[in-house]
């Protein structure tokens, strides 16, 4: 009969049995990203969890951070490769900061107000940090919106730029038309001189001039000179006046040909460069439009921000722990240690100055 009930309890599991599968080591890492001294810790196993569960929230953190840093830069210059080291180096960064942040609180043997003074500042920087993390999370969320937000942002800069654009064109024109016309009355006005100086010699020649006498006379001769010396006088300036006109046509018939180069050159600049603040500004217009956007991304954000300031508060309502009596003691005996060296040092180097002083003296 003692037999058999010495097998059944042996068939069973007992408390011991459990705590003997219980693999420790298969939470160490967890207890490295929560902060935790692990020697310590492995002395009191009611705290392992806790410590477990500080270590994963740590480490949400981490892949949160990772994944929002990728994808920002990504969004910058397009590699993935870029994008993937960039985003683990961020990652990196940011869990190294926040485990820096748990590790250094104390639990044991400071008030509950000191700690809320010493939370507060790093509850600040984690806030910080999940707003950075939250952009570019809510960025991808809603990507397709942004999308659309996007190409009607380019078609306004288009619409404003084409504007600008015929202004400039019409002042432009305005200009060269100003000064074709002066080039042309210019022109105009010195043919006309030269005009009515032939027709003043020519007049004198066939007798209808002032002497009323046809032939070549000497008043003939005169006007005649004049004329020729005009012509010899006006030629160069007749010349540029007729370059100047017909550079003044070849820029009125360039002038829309090349409104329309400019044009296409800006649209297709500004679609190129459509990068991460354009993207940012298209997501800050959808808030501005749609109130259902604005909560979403409010939601998210506070969703970042909670996971990120969750290992500072849990490490803040956790309760004083076997844990970290044993850290604290641990930490003031080695205090008290070096405290305790440094006055043996001092001792000993007094008793040697009293030793060597009065033999100097004599």
């Given amino acids: 009969m003692t037999a058999d009930n010495n097998s059944q309890q042996g068939d069973l599991y007992s408390y011991d049995s459990f705590a003997q599968q219980r693999k420790p080591s298969d939470t160490k890492f967890l207890w490295w990203c929560a902060g935790a001294h692990q020697p310590l810790l492995k002395q009191h196993p009611s705290e392992q969890t806790k410590y477990s569960g500080l270590g994963g929230v740590l480490l949400a953190t981490f892949v949160l951070a990772a994944l929002s840093g990728g994808y920002a830069l990504y969004t910058v210059f397009g590699n993935w490769w870029m994008a993937i080291g960039f985003g683990l180096l961020w990652g990196l960064i940011i ?25 507060l500042p790093r509850i600040a920087l984690a806030l910080l940090i999940g707003l950075t993390i939250a952009r570019p999370l809510e960025m991808k969320i809603f990507d397709k919106e942004i999308n659309t937000q996007m190409a009607e942002n380019l078609h306004k800069k288009i619409l404003v730029n084409d504007s600008l654009l015929k202004l400039e064109n019409a002042a432009l024109n305005q200009q060269t038309t100003d000064e074709r016309s002066r080039l042309s009355n210019r022109k105009l006005a010195i043919e006309d001189t030269l005009h009515q100086m032939q027709q003043s010699y020519l007049a004198e020649a066939d007798g209808t001039g002032g002497s009323g006498q046809r032939g070549i006379e ?25 370059t100047g006109i017909a550079k003044q046509d070849s820029i009125l018939s360039t002038a ?95 008793e040697k100055k009293k030793y060597f002083i009065p033999n100097n003296g004599r």
Wanted: proline share 3%.
């Fill in 256 to 350: 829309q040909t090349t409104l329309e180069e400019k044009r296409k050159l800006f649209e297709t600049t500004a679609a190129a460069n459509m990068g991460f603040l354009e993207r940012n500004k298209a997501l800050s217009d959808l808030g501005q439009k749609e109130s259902s956007v604005w909560w979403a991304c409010f939601l998210v954000a506070a969703l970042i921000i909670v996971i990120e300031t969750g290992p500072i508060v849990a490490k803040l309502i956790m309760p004083v722990g076997p844990y970290d009596v044993a850290l604290a003691k641990e930490e003031l005996m080695q205090m008290a240690a070096s405290e305790n060296e440094m006055r043996k040092d001092k001792e000993v180097n007094f």
């Fill in 95 to 119: 869990f190294n900061f926040d485990r820096f942040l748990v590790s250094t609180m104390r639990k044991y043997g400071v008030s509950k107000r000191k700690q809320l003074w010493m939370v």
């Fill in 218 to 242: 000497n008043i003939t001769i005169l006007k005649q000179d004049a004329y020729n010396k005009a012509v010899q006088q006006y030629n160069p300036e007749l010349l540029a006046l007729v």
